[in-house]
């Protein structure tokens, strides 16, 4: 499908489907078990709707913010995902730039397929890193060291993967890295011939941080992220590891895949910079809440000594606006930019950021304001068993005060 | 399929559907984004029963009502809507005609394919005239003055489109005004006979209103309904353009398109008549609330001081019966007249008006009430998530007083 | 379908489907408009739980009751329908015969086929007659003669038809009584031998009550449903005409089709022995409330002083077991009986009405309780949506009194 | 389906429906009436999710417990069934032994297909026996002293059946035991040869402890399940009959079937070790409320002096924790391991069992905790409408104190 002719991240979902093999698109699609929390982080955006103010200037409008004291021009954050060269052969680089171009902010995975030093050179834009509880401090004193150098911002400490959940697809599909093709598995790479061209292609098929994690793993031969996973990440670490983390590192700290008020403010006292509120894409444990429906508590709960992140479910415009008018300062993306990806390389990154850019940029207009810091909540209407008392959801709230100005 | 077949708004629906290419179907039918919105105007209406009272004497009924100050027939009001032609060559001269003789008030849209002065001509009803915050303040005191001279009893404002809805269905058919047909869509239209003779046939293709307008923007060729828009509005405008209009124009005001108690208030502020709570018929924000469920509490919170009118959804009898019951005064249509003009010409809109008012005549007797002002919120159940709590939904509500009459 | 393999009123049905031509299937099974109502009949049902208790002595169990003081051996009611022999030759005999046979009560419809004393004679079970409020005074007193005479216990007067509902099924068959084929019609009916063979061969195709009613309206010639009842109706009759009623009938009265409070207290007020909560099957009104849903605060508001029967959507025994722990003192059906007419003709309604009452008797001993007296709603669980106040379903409540003998 | 290939319960299931002739298949799958509460059995463990905690130390996790005092290797509990030579000619012999592997407790169906002595032979695990108020107590007699002399620990007494529920799939099917099969079944057997060969191969086609039941129930000749269940239950036993069973009874006792609080209170009262919360797999009243909505408020009710089990529904190890937490001691599951022994016998019920355990281990890792017994309420998010209020559901609720164990 010609990019110029994809409207939505459904229709870059569609371009990807056609374009990979069922394998390597299920490993990006799936979720845990039963799939229950993947649809429900669709399904939640859907239970709150808008109570849009009219008659505001909003000529000019904009929808750049700061994170964590960095001007982006996008509220949108390139979640950390790994592996993007099974994607298309300019992997992360490819990324790396159209996040860029599209002003977002990039975290690189810790399973990245080139170098976070690679990353970094063919990033313009803000970076920031991707770790977790590995089970040799060595690796992350290995990984801090090279961070700093780099020019990362912040490390992304993903907390919420102590084992990796059942994600019946990559069952199914025998789904092993490195690639180590079935006959099956052959046979669907036939039918896909832009990817394949594009994989035979690529000069240099390493996944270059991948690898060297898996040596520092231990680990030889082809395995499912499942054991490569277990291999790498130990889950006897707990809350002293951030402590430590805390003191070896000298940028931002941003704590990932929290969904409790006392996890978020335990973040707080260890002194992160950052809280991202996410049941990893639904990945991890089938029956984890929508992070949406626990948001507004864990803003709540943490006040503005931090800044809380959305990720998990984020397709459109409108589910930014109802994120940071639920108290999110910005929102993590991570199936979309790989839709973009395997649909046309970097211009497909950008392309897939844009398209949400610019939707909320429609739907700030819509709702009557200017900026994304004059969303609150009472622009929105909140279903009553959420529970949220701090800002009551009332048909009759007084106009906000800072949406009053540039008024008459 | 014949007149006398359709006997439901879904009848003439489906005859509209077969009638028109698909691109114009489709701009009709659209909603912004996902629909979301446009799919919940209708399911919102079942969400509300009735409770029916019996052995009243409903043997004399009428549905006409007063509509700031001027008698109808009908409780339907033609909404506002654009460039009739495209559907059916006689556009809005048999909107006029058609809706005159099924007694409904009928509001031209800003974007009309005939003129203003020959909508006039045709229509023996009440008429309104839409206009939106034009960039060009000579622009719209040229239409004041016209307004006036035509008869025109009340300016409607649209304040809901600052910018233009993501109507999905229109990006992807191409569809551009004025018609500057692709090859798909030569092969759409003569797929479409019935249609294509009509437009084959019209003597004048002009779109004269519209036209004028787009001139008055300044913009030459075919584009997109969003482009064209965009070129007219001027998204800077506030409520001080409506203080400069209820300045400058005599007649009544009605503003179209809130959603908010607070907006409604200062719509009574700055001296409007009537107010239309609106989503645009989900054309605009997806994820705006539906009307029906925000009618209650605008209602409450303006009092008797304003009529306040419901758009967005209606298609039959019992959901024109609810929102009067719920305090609106009467309701808007759109697509059901459309799909009427469709049909059959005038007499399709006469049949598509007359369909629902007739339900609403039969609803009135099976809910025991005979005329529209005993209409109230004791006929209904609401479902407590409403929170409506100045008229409660018990299932032990004394008889209304009015509704006393004629017993024994 | 062989009778013995229908287990279930769904199988009755689909035989009933199957046998009848589409318009004569359509006119029994349809519901005004959207259907909506009609849907909702079915779907509250299991909007109740139930709270079953065990190792009571169920051994002796009896689904025996007294209805306006006369002894039946079943909870169910035949319910008020018209023109049976559109369905089976035999008609409405079949089913006085077929319905004393199962111990059930039988109100003969307004609108029967056969006369009131040819229904009598066929049944030996008590009999109710179903009238409306008949324009005529003297037609209504020449039936209350008649009623005398032969032995009808009581009179239910119908009350929710003041005008009939939109039924869009019999619009689009174009069903007109008496049947006046038109070739589509005819068509139908070559592809339903079964029911073509029975019309052939019947004897006598008059029309009896229903004819003389009709020539009491001052019609001639074939018409609508909706026509016909219109003739006959008449729309301004208030309570008063249940006074007047009241004081010429000497036997009981019955007042069918209430769905709110006041209307209840009302008709006690004004002599009736017995309530019914009915929405006619969904035939009336679309968007009246279900009935199940609309029974507890009746019965609540009428207390001891008539019995309350429920009417639309039952078809199994779990269904009248709710209605009859919610306060019901029997369950009306309607479409039941009609699919076992249409199945098998006497031996039909027989078996439709033992289904249901053999289902009733195995859900007795399966809540834990041995007659219908027992049932309470401690025995159910209600959603707390439905306000029922007077006795909250609780997870912790006492075992009822009643339900301790037999213990030990 | 090669076992290694079944990851799920579901995949077990479907192997099961492929080599199972329909009518046996629907004889273990089917539920009551019109299947409500089977289906919600499913549904309802989706209502409740997750408020996983992380950062703990879960590197060292265990799923075993013990039950009525016995230490087990799994909380799950092998459900009474019968009749399992049915499926594999092995039957319960292969059932014991692949419990025991699991490490799971069995419970001995009434109506199994081979001797207590012979499956407690098989048996290397803990084994209870399932028996119900049998109407001649010398069979019950007769049952408690074998039962002594095999070791059994607990008699499980089930209640909920005073009569049989009307399971339309065994009559529309005709099953019958012994097997006698129709022309319909034959064919139907033909179409599943691999369990036709099992069943040929089979050198014993007698079902030991079912037609010894049979003969003591006075029956002879083939008759359907319900026939045989109604002569041998007597349902005018009440709690006297419990009292007399703790009296010559000298091992545990463990009641199954109830849905109340006053039944579980009176269970506690009459001597009960245990309860099991069930509906009977949605076998038996059609409209029983889900166990898992029922579990906290009978949990509470007897606080700890029995432990409770939750049987019915159970699929996956989220289910297992999601009842733990809720107050479960252990959970009951039936069809799955039916669904193991038909796919692959002894080896099939180890697998279906080591699934849901396994299942069970990875979602305590990422809830975040790593015994059982550090389950709580605080762990989970339960709908308001539950009414919960002993342990209310905060988004803001303490670490529980057992789970800081470990921490730094």
Not at 80 to 85: E, K, Q, S
Request: neutral net charge; glycine residues 10%.
């Amino acid at each position: 499908m010609n990019l110029s002719r994809c409207y939505t991240i459904a229709d870059l979902q569609r371009s990807a489907k056609r374009t990979l093999p069922k394998m390597i698109f299920d490993f990006i699609e799936g979720g845990a078990e039963e799939e229950a929390t993947l649809r429900r982080n669709r399904s939640v955006f859907s239970e709150i709707t808008f109570q849009p103010q009219y008659l505001r200037d909003v000529s000019n409008r904009s929808v750049s913010t700061t994170i964590v004291g960095t001007r982006v021009g996008s509220p949108l954050i390139v979640a950390p995902t790994g592996l993007h060269r099974i994607i298309h052969p300019d992997g992360e680089l490819a990324v790396a730039r159209g996040a860029a171009e599209a002003g977002a902010l990039m975290i690189a995975g810790g399973f990245s397929s080139y170098t976070l030093e690679e990353i970094a050179g063919a990033s313009s834009g803000p970076l920031w890193l991707q770790i977790a509880p590995w089970r040799d401090r060595d690796v992350v004193m290995g990984l801090v060291e090279r961070a700093h150098r780099a020019g990362v911002l912040a490390l992304c400490l993903t907390v919420d993967t102590p084992v990796v959940g059942l994600r019946e697809r990559d069952l199914r599909s025998g789904v092993k890295l490195p690639l180590e093709p079935t006959p099956t598995q052959v046979f669907d790479a036939l039918r896909h011939p832009r990817w394949l061209a594009r994989w035979l292609g690529a000069r240099d098929l390493e996944f270059a941080n991948f690898r060297s994690l898996r040596r520092a793993g231990g680990e030889r031969g082809a395995g499912s992220m499942a054991h490569v996973t277990h291999d790498l990440i130990d889950p006897s670490k707990t809350w002293e590891e951030v402590r430590w983390l805390r003191n070896v590192w000298r940028g931002s700290l941003v704590i990932k895949g929290l969904l409790r008020t006392d996890d978020a403010r335990r973040a707080v006292d260890e002194g992160a910079d950052g809280i991202v509120v996410s049941n990893h894409g639904g990945r991890q444990l089938d029956g984890a809440p929508p992070t949406l429906e626990m948001l507004p508590s864990i803003v709540d709960s943490v006040g503005d000594s931090v800044e809380v992140f959305l990720d998990s479910g984020v397709r459109r415009g409108t589910d930014v606006v109802k994120a940071i008018a639920l108290g999110a300062r910005a929102c993590l993306v991570g199936r979309p930019f790989l839709y973009g990806l395997a649909a046309a390389g970097q211009a497909g990154v950008t392309h897939s950021l844009s398209i949400i850019s610019n939707e909320v940029d429609r739907v700030l207009a819509l709702v009557g304001v200017s900026r994304l810091d004059q969303l609150d909540r009472s622009l929105l209407r909140v279903p009553s068993e959420w529970g949220i008392t701090s800002s009551p959801v009332s048909t009759d709230t007084p106009v906000p005060e800072h949406a009053e100005e540039g008024f008459d």
